[in-house]
């Protein structure tokens, strides 16, 4: 799983990075499924989108600080202004929070895929 999720990694990474994203971090839901000595390895859970890593724009990243991003990390800096405990019910969005958000993840998916939604 490991070498799997290192080689995934490094393809995907390459590929955003030659369209302008640096996808900073991601995760990967991996199981298996199947009986011992014969199980199959499965992807759990997403992968590679924005709700799974951190995409930042390569031609606004400036070392040691925030970077502009096309992930949920707006979101995520919306929470932190609230007095929330961080328990559900999670507060709702506001609609401009959510359309910036939006713009975001189609942002990236037109420069990742060359199409627009």
């Known amino acids: 799983m490991r070498d799997l999720s290192l080689a995934l990694y490094a393809q995907a990474s390459e590929w955003a990075e030659s369209r302008g994203i640096i996808i900073a971090d991601t995760k990967f839901e991996l199981g298996l499924i199947g009986d011992e000595g014969n199980a199959q390895m499965i992807l759990a ?33 919306y929470l932190e202004t609230l007095d929330w405990n961080k328990q559900p019910p999670a507060p709702a969005l506001p609609a401009d929070v959510v359309e910036r958000t939006s713009g975001k993840y189609l942002e990236a998916y037109r420069l990742l895929t060359g199409r627009s939604l």
Not at 55 to 77: I, N
């Open 45 to 77: 859970d997403e992968a590679l989108t924005p709700d799974s890593s951190r995409f930042w724009p390569r031609d606004g990243y400036a070392p040691g600080g925030p970077q502009p991003s096309f992930d949920k990390q707006f979101v995520r800096d």
